[in-house]
């Protein structure tokens, strides 16, 4: 069956715009999480979202950063007026309620 | 969750076994031993878990031992493939976000 799918697998925006990003998640998992990935770190938790439950954004670094997810379907990851230091891969991941992580591809971001 | 410490790089010679070690010193009672890892521009992917009991899939075997502060995760026949970043995380099971550390480096080599 199809994995987590992400778009678009690469971006390049100028500082200031805004850019968003998408995540697929695989059919009938409820769990939906973002995570940054900048060069040669590892990753770090941004957001999730469990079911009709409330979102846990703890990972969210600055009120520039939004996600959305309607249901248990598709994703949005939004960064207003970008910054370098917002360059970086963003991966989705989703599972069952009780299952593994599924990570998607990645969006890689840069931002000039 | 509990903090884990993995060696920053190791090597292996291709069809020998490969024996990342992790200590979690401070895991808690219901904390599992996850493994993950990263292939180079790839997203992160499972590999196993365990509670106490050691545990074997297609992929690997992890050995936790009995105070359950430290484990390995063995890859008992490496190929030039299993050259990744290999990350150990100690959590509840199926709790929410992946706390990653560094990880181990694995080169695998002909």
């Known amino acids: 069956g199809a994995g987590v799918s992400q778009s678009p697998s690469n971006k390049v925006t100028e500082k200031g715009k805004d850019v968003e990003l998408r995540c697929d998640p695989i059919?009938?998992?409820?769990?939906l999480y973002w995570y940054r990935q900048r060069l040669g770190q590892g990753l770090e938790f941004l957001i999730y979202?469990?079911?009709?439950?409330?979102?846990?954004k703890s990972g969210l670094p600055s009120d520039r950063f939004s996600a959305e997810r309607t249901g248990e379907s598709v994703s949005t990851l939004t960064i207003q007026r970008t910054q370098q230091e917002d360059s970086a891969v963003y991966l989705c991941?989703?599972?069952?309620?009780?299952?593994?992580?599924?990570f998607g591809p990645g969006t890689r971001l840069t931002v000039t | 969750d509990a903090k884990t410490t993995q060696p920053t790089s190791m090597d292996c010679a291709e069809g020998r076994a490969a024996n990342l070690p992790c200590n979690h010193s401070t895991i808690s009672g219901n904390e599992y031993v996850y493994w993950y890892r990263q292939i180079h521009s790839q997203g992160p992917q499972y590999i196993i878990h365990?509670?106490?009991n050691n545990e074997t899939n297609e992929m690997a075997s992890l050995i936790i031992t009995e105070d359950r502060k430290s484990s390995t995760l063995i890859l008992p026949h490496a190929t030039l493939r299993d050259t990744a970043v290999y990350y150990c995380i100690v959590r509840v099971e199926y709790g929410n976000k992946l706390v990653f550390g560094a990880g181990t480096i694995l080169r695998v080599k002909s």
């Open positions: 979202f469990q079911g009709n439950s409330a979102p846990d």
């Open positions: 059919s009938g998992h409820t769990a």
């Open positions: 365990g509670l106490k």
């Open positions: 991941a989703s599972s069952s309620y009780r299952g593994q992580q599924y």
